[in-house]
């Protein structure tokens, strides 16, 4: 079975620096899809970005980037130039890929990280 | 376009009763997973629905059914209540299979179930 860990329960940051959260996760899988979320107070999970484990490049999303070692199965997520408005829970996920002709497969969480960005 | 919408967003409910929550998936989707997250926790998957037929099931006991109409919207029901079933239940959608980006699921915001 796979499982993912986020180490991190809080984290805090002043605006405008850098932070990291970190995820690691065990699978026997060779092929899947990683995953982080924001929950913000609103509740509603905002995907961040994806990265798909057959991809060596670390994926990018403007002020977001992961930090994706297949070996050591981590993928971390650093936040640059942090915004007031990244202040949420974050979640890091793990999928895999659906069968051919199947469904999509099912996300399995960690715990969160509440990421507090102060003024 | 509107979202994944469900509902209702909140709802007070006492041991033993029953419960139906309701989804509605983004246009285009086909397929909705039912995922729950207690307070402080991450998101759990409970089961997912597609061709109205459950797919795929999480570590949930048989009190936990859903269903799928044909427009593709989903209902999870609960049945005989337990205090430990008060959570937020998340329903997530996505786009048929090789269409849109592989993997991702569009949440709606929850509907909060509290159990007194």
């Known amino acids: 079975a796979q499982t993912v860990t986020q180490s991190q329960p809080e984290m805090s940051v002043q605006e405008a620096e850098t932070v990291t959260l970190s995820c690691t996760y065990d699978t026997s899988e060779s092929n899947y899809y990683l995953f982080w979320y924001k929950q913000p107070p609103s509740r509603q999970m905002i995907l961040v970005i994806r990265?798909?484990?057959?991809?060596?490049q670390n994926a990018t999303e403007n002020r977001f980037s992961v930090n994706f070692q297949k070996a050591a199965k981590s993928f971390s997520l650093k936040i640059s130039d942090s915004q007031l408005g990244d202040t949420a829970m974050y979640f890091c996920a793990f999928m895999k890929p659906p069968a051919l002709g199947g469904s999509q497969g099912n996300l399995i969480f960690g715990k969160g990280t509440k990421l507090s960005v102060k003024p | 376009d509107a979202g994944v919408t469900q509902s209702p967003t909140h709802l007070i409910k006492t041991r033993g009763q029953q419960v139906t929550l309701r989804c509605s998936p983004k246009?285009?989707?086909?397929?909705v997973s039912w995922y729950q997250q207690a307070l402080g926790q991450g998101p759990q998957f409970i089961f997912q629905?597609?061709?109205?037929?459950?797919?795929q099931r999480g570590n949930f006991p048989d009190r936990f059914s859903g269903h799928q109409f044909p427009n593709y919207s989903s209902e999870l029901n609960v049945n005989a209540l337990l205090l430990g079933d008060s959570a937020l239940y998340l329903c997530?959608?996505?786009?048929?299979?090789?269409?849109?980006?592989?993997?991702?699921?569009?949440f709606g915001e929850g509907s909060r179930l509290t159990v007194l």
């Open positions: 246009s285009g989707h086909d397929t």
């Open positions: 990265q798909e484990a057959y991809k060596q």
């Open positions: 997530a959608s996505s786009a048929p299979t090789g269409t849109g980006i592989a993997g991702e699921l569009f």
């Open positions: 629905y597609y061709e109205e037929e459950e797919r």
